[in-house]
């Protein structure tokens, strides 16, 4: 079983809806991230938060929205969609870089979206 | 050049071959280097980290060679179990920044 939570599984949503992705991790890990992911594509990433505090951000546009309420928490807000964002969204952890060695990345099952 | 590249695969092999995956990747100062394999519309799930020694988990044994900026993974005695998604994925400067390659995938056929 992952030990990286993320609901709901599945969403639909109409282009003006807003809505939120959720992911929850209890490894202690303090690297969290956001990966889009498309069919027959690789997982790209979108945002990284290290210590509760977004690190990279890879040009997203707005309507995503992150947010780290805390360390085992990381949300991505959902707002005025287009059906090209129809994808799988990936939340993953690792250890922070500040510990020696890099940690690998444990990723959630994911959150399938549909924009109609 | 994209930063990293797999074979493009389809690899379809039968029960028990041995297949080789390969991987070459762009940026020197890459330090940490990992497999992770995809199922069909499932979450990526880390196969093996490779380390500059070379390493082995069972049927599964990873290479690196850091001259070349290119890392393998051999499969023996694969199984139907084995049909997936294979990415090769790159970390730069112990960072926060893993990169994937395209992934290759392969069938394995009774």
């Known amino acids: 079983d992952t030990e990286v939570t993320q609901t709901p599984k599945h969403l639909v949503m109409g282009m003006t809806n807003k809505k939120s992705l959720k992911c929850e991790q209890h490894?202690?890990?303090?690297?969290m991230y956001w990966y889009k992911q498309k069919a027959k594509k690789p997982p790209e990433l979108m945002f990284v938060?290290?210590?509760?505090?977004?690190?990279i951000n890879e040009s997203v546009p707005s309507r995503f929205s992150p947010e780290c309420p805390n360390s085992s928490l990381l949300n991505l807000h959902l707002h005025a969609l287009q059906p090209e964002d129809s994808a799988l969204y990936l939340c993953?952890?690792?250890?922070?870089?500040?510990?020696?060695?890099?940690?690998?990345?444990?990723f959630g099952e994911g959150s399938r979206l549909t924009v109609l | 050049r994209k930063e990293v590249e797999q074979d493009p695969g389809p690899f379809n092999v039968p029960e028990g071959a041995t297949v080789a995956f390969n991987c070459t990747y762009s940026?020197?100062?890459?330090?940490?280097f990992f497999w992770y394999r995809q199922d069909c519309r499932k979450e990526p799930k880390l196969l093996m980290s490779v380390y500059s020694s070379g390493n082995e988990d069972g049927r599964f044994t990873a290479q690196l060679n850091r001259a070349s900026q290119y890392i393998s993974l051999l499969i023996r005695d694969s199984k139907l179990s084995d049909s997936a998604t294979y990415l090769c994925v790159v970390n730069h400067n112990y960072g926060q920044n893993f990169v994937f390659g395209p992934g290759t995938r392969l069938s394995v056929l009774p």
């Open positions: 940026n020197s100062a890459s330090q940490s």
């Open positions: 490894m202690g890990h303090r690297a």
């Open positions: 938060y290290s210590y509760e505090k977004l690190s």
């Open positions: 993953a952890s690792s250890q922070s870089f500040r510990v020696a060695g890099t940690g690998e990345l444990f």
